[in-house]
């Protein structure tokens, strides 16, 4: 008996200790909600005409709640706008909107009324897991999306988020896709700097959206050139654009007070300030600093920060009348950009300052990609700067924000559903990116996929697409060791007819060249390296069938690469590299972007990886070469997997073989010990 008790009791140890050890510490951060007419621009009139405007469809929104007192968003229940949803803060069954938020997100997707959203005819869920619209926990985020799935909701729209990776929250993703539940995400109001996208965006399950410029009066964009070099620069608000650009000898202006620019020869000049004052608590508006430039003649004026980064300023204050107009054009700059041109103005130096609209400009806010080096985020980018929509009190709203372009894309999917009411989540994800429209910077180059993804939401062309591409992106990596490589993209077609769409690769050919061919229902794509330069370069694949899609190439030329070789779910790796070698650190991630394992080998020892399922895996190899790290990249595809092997619990290999032999150790004492005292 005190045998048995003592396995029992061992058993549990072994099991408790596993646990422990599995459980990942996270903590919890609030999770911000990112505050932020439009449709006709991304093309909603030619579905509308034919009678398709989401009918049918329910949309969740996950958000502050929404306010259905609305005359464009009226009646909560059965017959109502909003059929149902809860309150996760009140936890009632009135997910009433106090913040706007909610309801500024619901309007652009379904408001029917004095305006009209995306996807007029669908109706919203609506669940409330914020009040103040600045943070919202994680669980209730969860809670939300299960009870989403579980209303019968066939679009997520989550304008909110983390600014990094949340498991429970990309959990709760993964489980609403696998019930065929298409997710939509904002990308985050993070940018312009890279890296900056948090889940949910990062899921890789998710569209995830960024925000452009939409009408012609909401999308002046600036630009700064000297000797050759482009400067990032931003108009600000209340400047009009430019009939011509503005050229002239840059000087500095300290603050831009008037006591700055006595005695100075400004006229004609490009006057440079910084933003702010060097008096205490004194408020020195922009647009004194511009009214002081332009008063000692300046034909210009750029302002930098005083602080890391860049900002949008605006001349609007409660100081100027409604009669005040810049006589001048004005714009903003980073500090470092400003302190770089400080630097060189002692050499007269010159530059031209334009002002003009560009729509598809991807806001300098929108969070920027990549997370991960397996997929493209974002997906796509949609309108999300002054977008008018309904807000709360009967009223309406002008805001901006990537939580305003996300619904405009969850409206989209509503139409596309109630066409095609089979269509798969990834089928939906591949249709509304492939259709988008490439979009480009101010000087006409485009945009980096990391910045805009494929491009800007075009529902037209979504509406009318046949052809279905899976993957919707290309990513290769090419190495002294591999010079080539061939990726399949599966093809498939609504109508169920046979794919047969013209192929154009746009690439540059200096550096690769590309071949295609179709076979079935495959298109194969292979890459050749012409110029052994290592760095990322892209462009895209054009099918033409009944309209042009398009999709992203990311290639990648390292000096070395990784193979990695499959035996029925056991992985062995093998790296090559020009420079002497002493160490790698090898992971392996699965569809989910989760990391399955990581083993670490030398030149002269190598560890297996085990998988325990079929499906792509991506490989990352972090190589020691001398006294630098370089990182190589590989995919491979495990048909079949060992299901024999040691189960899959979350722990890696090593670490579940030390545990193993601990509770080995310790039920063998345990036996020894029982036999003693016998």
């Known amino acids: 008996m005190k045998h048995a008790r003592f396995l029992v009791f061992t058993f549990f140890v072994i099991i408790i200790t596993v646990v422990i050890f599995s459980v990942k510490i996270q903590t919890d951060p609030l999770s911000e909600v990112f505050l932020d007419k439009s449709a006709k621009y991304v093309g909603v009139q030619h579905p509308h005409r034919l009678g398709f405007d989401g009918t049918g469809i329910k949309v969740a929104v996950i958000d502050t709640g929404v306010d259905y007192n609305h005359t464009d968003i009226s009646g909560f229940g059965p017959h109502g706008k909003v059929v149902g949803g809860y309150d996760f803060v009140e936890n009632d069954n009135f997910p009433q909107d106090t913040n706007g938020h909610g309801t500024e997100v619901a309007g652009i997707i379904a408001a029917n009324g004095n305006l009209k959203g995306v996807s007029p005819g669908a109706r919203i869920l609506a669940y409330r897991v914020s009040d103040t619209g600045n943070g919202v926990s994680s669980d209730l985020i969860v809670k939300a999306i299960e009870k989403a799935v579980s209303d019968g909701a066939k679009i997520i729209n989550l304008s909110l988020g983390v600014n990094r990776t949340n498991d429970k929250i990309d959990d709760a993703i993964n489980y609403a896709f696998g019930k065929g539940v298409v997710v939509v995400a904002a990308a985050g109001n993070s940018g312009p700097e890279l890296k900056t996208i948090g889940s949910p965006g990062q899921d890789p399950h998710t569209i995830t959206v960024g925000a452009t410029y939409n009408n012609i009066t909401a999308s002046l964009v600036a630009t700064l050139e000297i000797d050759g070099k482009r400067f990032q620069v931003i108009p600000m608000v209340g400047i009009k654009p430019l009939s011509s650009p503005v050229s002239g000898q840059i000087v500095f202006g300290k603050y831009g007070k008037e006591s700055d620019l006595q005695g100075m020869d400004v006229k004609d000049k490009i006057l440079l300030v910084q933003r702010g004052s060097d008096t ?254 290592t760095g990322q370069y892209e462009g895209a694949i054009i099918l033409e069938d009944r309209v042009i899609q398009h999709i992203p190439i990311l290639l990648r030329i390292a000096e070395g690469d990784v193979i990695t070789t499959d035996k029925n779910g056991q992985l062995d790796f093998t790296v090559n590299s020009q420079k002497e070698w002493s160490y790698a650190k090898i992971s392996v991630f699965n569809d989910d972007d989760r990391l399955v394992n990581s083993a670490s080998i030398t030149p002269t020892k190598s560890t297996s990886i085990i998988v325990q399922n079929p499906g792509k895996y991506g490989i990352q190899a972090e190589v020691k070469a001398g006294k630098e790290t370089v990182i190589f990249y590989n995919t491979i595809i495990v048909r079949t997997a060992n299901q024999s092997n040691i189960p899959d619990i979350g722990l890696p290999e090593r670490q579940l073989i030390i545990l193993v032999g601990i509770g080995f150790v310790i039920v063998l004492a345990g036996l020894i010990m029982s036999r003693k005292r016998s």
Request: proline residues 7%; glycine residues 6%; neutral net charge.
């Open 280 to 533: 205490k608590n004194e408020l020195l508006y922009f647009s004194i600093k511009e009214k002081n430039a332009a008063n000692y003649g300046a034909k210009a004026i750029i302002v930098y920060n005083s602080e890391s980064g860049i900002f949008l300023g605006d001349l609007n204050n409660k100081i100027e009348g409604p009669d005040y107009k810049p006589r001048i054009p004005i714009v903003s700059m980073s500090l470092e950009d400003g302190l770089e041109l400080r630097a060189i103005l002692a050499n007269k130096t010159v530059g031209t300052i334009n002002a003009f609209y560009h729509p598809d400009f991807v806001s300098f806010f929108s969070s920027r990609g990549p997370v991960s080096p397996f997929y493209i985020k974002p997906d796509l980018v949609a309108p999300g700067v002054f977008v008018n929509t309904t807000s709360i009190h009967n009223r309406y709203n002008l805001t901006s924000g990537t939580s305003f372009a996300a619904p405009h894309v969850s409206g989209a999917v509503a139409i596309l559903l109630q066409k095609n009411p089979n269509l798969k989540p990834e089928q939906i994800r591949s249709i509304i990116s492939t259709s988008s429209d490439p979009v480009s910077d101010m000087y006409d180059n485009p945009f980096p996929q990391e910045i805009s993804g494929a491009g800007r939401l075009n529902v037209t062309k979504a509406f009318d697409a046949n052809l279905i591409i899976n993957p919707y992106f290309a990513i290769l990596d090419l190495s002294p060791f591999s010079k080539s490589q061939t990726v399949k993209i599966d093809l498939d077609t609504i109508d169920h007819t046979m794919p047969n769409p013209k192929i154009h690769i746009k690439f540059d050919e200096k550096i690769a060249k590309f071949e295609h061919w179709i076979n079935g229902s495959s298109l194969y794509i292979k890459a050749n390296m012409i110029q052994n330069k």
